[in-house]
């Protein structure tokens, strides 16, 4: 196990029993994001970095039950979590890195990342892996319930401009991934990037 896999774990592993309890209002904004990917009935799906599976409820609604959805998070108090929410009931969970998906390529139309892409320690390599699982035309959502300026001052910090999520950087990683960014939107109240698997 690496040291990023480890650092994950053990700092996720802390916050996951009240992971759902520190953000009780989020739901209509998972419910919002996951509503711009725009999935049809029966359309197959990963959340990547899933956590306790919030956007579980609202994908498995978008492509309901002949659709496929799937969840992937590298740590198991995540995920252990998202059973004892009864996620499990949504979507299928995988104990697994998102730098290696046990995935077919091109197998799904749509990936939604919440609040994972700051945690990549492979930004560019791991969004390569997403673009793999996914078709071409397919769909990517990184999104936020909160913007880069409020999260930083939540912390008592400040946007910088190297920020992995800023536009003129996340444009550019996207596109060097397999992913052409289609919109960038970056308010106080969310932050959302789609992104349409290149051909
Ligand atoms: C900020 S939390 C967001 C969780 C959930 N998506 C949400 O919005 O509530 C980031 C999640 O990504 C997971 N994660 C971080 N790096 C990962 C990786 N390389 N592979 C899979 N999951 C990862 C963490 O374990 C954590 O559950």
Known sequence: MSD??????EFFGARAADWDSRFPDDGPAYAAAVAELG?????????????TGRALPPLRAAVG??????????????????????RDRAGRLLLTDVAALPLRSRSLDAVFAAGLIS????PAGNLTELARVVRPGGVLALFHPIGRAALAARRGRRITPDDLRAEPRLRPL?????WRMTS????????????????
Do not use: K
């Not at 990023?4 to 774990?9: G, K, W």
């Open 39 to 51: 999935l049809h009935e029966g359309a197959r799906v990963l959340d990547a970095g899933c956590g």
């Open 184 to 199: 960038y939107a970056d308010e106080d109240a969310r932050f959302l990037a789609l992104a349409v698997r290149e051909g």
């Open 119 to 122: 945690h990549l320690p492979d």
């Open 4 to 9: 990023d896999h480890t650092h994950v774990q």
């Open 65 to 86: 039950r002949s659709g496929l959805v799937v969840a992937a998070d590298l740590a198991p108090a995540m995920l252990q979590a998202a059973v004892r929410a009864g």
């Open 174 to 178: 996207l596109a060097g991934s397999g």
